[in-house]
């Protein structure tokens, strides 16, 4: 016979302090324009890996865009704190189990009209599954491009509600969010848009 199922108790409060299950959290002006014309200076010269595989129509069709990666230095270690600053409040509506940063930052570039990335999710799955919370910067004035907007839906909203796909783009706004939780960047129709991408890691959700 198989062992008997543990058995689901009655408990007092488990949490001592209350807790969100928001599906993302906004912080306004998390990094200066100054700030982000920094990282766009420490970024922009890297060599950039296209995120779109030329001829891979699968690839295109979910994403297009290039990436590069900052790891952790003397120059980009004021980056990475203020990161973990930014996770560290947003989750404690979470409550997750984080280690740190398992990845080194990702610079996304949307350069061409139509860059975009669909509907996906960070985490979950075989290498990413460690993946449990991810940052997102917007590191250009949303003067200086049309489209590829960010766009999460809030959960705790009403389904019905039109006001209900969040976007975030306000230069040096930093967007937290499970990286459970589908997010997409909408097609670019003109201009540049970068963006600061990070994730933390943990063990699995128990
Ligand atoms: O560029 C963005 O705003 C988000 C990019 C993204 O979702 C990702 O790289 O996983
Ligand atoms: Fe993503």
Same mark, same amino acid.
């Given at each position: 016979?198989?062992?008997? =199922?543990?058995?689901?108790?009655?408990?007092?409060?488990?949490?001592? /302090?209350? &807790?969100? $299950?928001? @599906?993302?959290?906004?912080?306004?002006?998390?990094?200066?324009?100054?700030?982000?014309?920094?990282?766009?200076? +420490?970024?922009?010269?890297?060599?950039?890996?296209?995120?779109?595989?030329? *001829?891979?129509?699968?690839?295109?069709?979910?994403?297009?865009? @290039?990436? @590069?990666?900052?790891?952790?230095?003397?120059?980009?270690?004021?980056?990475?704190?203020?990161?973990?600053?930014?996770?560290? =409040?947003?989750?404690?509506?979470?409550?997750?189990?984080?280690?740190?940063?398992?990845? =080194? +930052?990702?610079?996304?570039?949307?350069? *061409?009209?139509?860059?975009?990335?669909?509907?996906?999710? %960070?985490?979950? !799955?075989? !290498?990413?599954?460690?993946?449990?919370? /991810?940052?997102? #910067? $917007?590191?250009? !004035?949303?003067?200086?491009?049309?489209?590829? $907007?960010?766009?999460?839906?809030? &959960?705790?909203?009403?389904? =019905?509600?039109? %006001?209900?796909?969040?976007? #975030?783009?306000?230069?040096?706004?930093?967007?937290?969010?499970?990286?459970?939780?589908?997010? &997409?960047? /909408?097609?670019?129709?003109?201009?540049? &848009?970068?963006?600061? #991408?990070?994730?933390?890691?943990?063990?699995?959700?128990?």
């Amino acid at each position: 016979m198989a062992d008997a =199922e543990p058995p689901i108790n009655w408990l007092p409060l488990i949490s001592p /302090t209350p &807790r969100h $299950q928001a @599906s993302h959290h906004v912080v306004d002006a998390a990094f200066t324009p100054e700030e982000c014309r920094r990282i766009v200076a +420490l970024a922009e010269p890297e060599c950039a890996e296209v995120g779109s595989i030329e *001829g891979d129509d699968e690839v295109d069709r979910v994403r297009s865009s @290039s990436v @590069s990666w900052l790891a952790a230095d003397d120059d980009t270690w004021w980056i990475f704190e203020r990161l973990a600053r930014l996770v560290r =409040e947003a989750n404690e509506g979470w409550g997750f189990d984080l280690v740190g940063f398992e990845e =080194e +930052l990702q610079y996304t570039r949307y350069d *061409g009209p139509g860059d975009h990335y669909t509907w996906h999710r %960070d985490g979950l !799955d075989g !290498d990413v599954s460690t993946r449990k919370i /991810t940052v997102v #910067v $917007q590191l250009t !004035d949303p003067g200086g491009y049309d489209g590829a $907007q960010l766009e999460l839906p809030d &959960r705790l909203a009403d389904p =019905e509600d039109p %006001d209900r796909l969040r976007h #975030v783009n306000g230069q040096g706004s930093a967007v937290v969010f499970p990286a459970y939780e589908y997010h &997409r960047v /909408t097609p670019l129709r003109h201009g540049r &848009r970068r963006s600061l #991408v990070a994730w933390v890691a943990g063990p699995p959700f128990r």
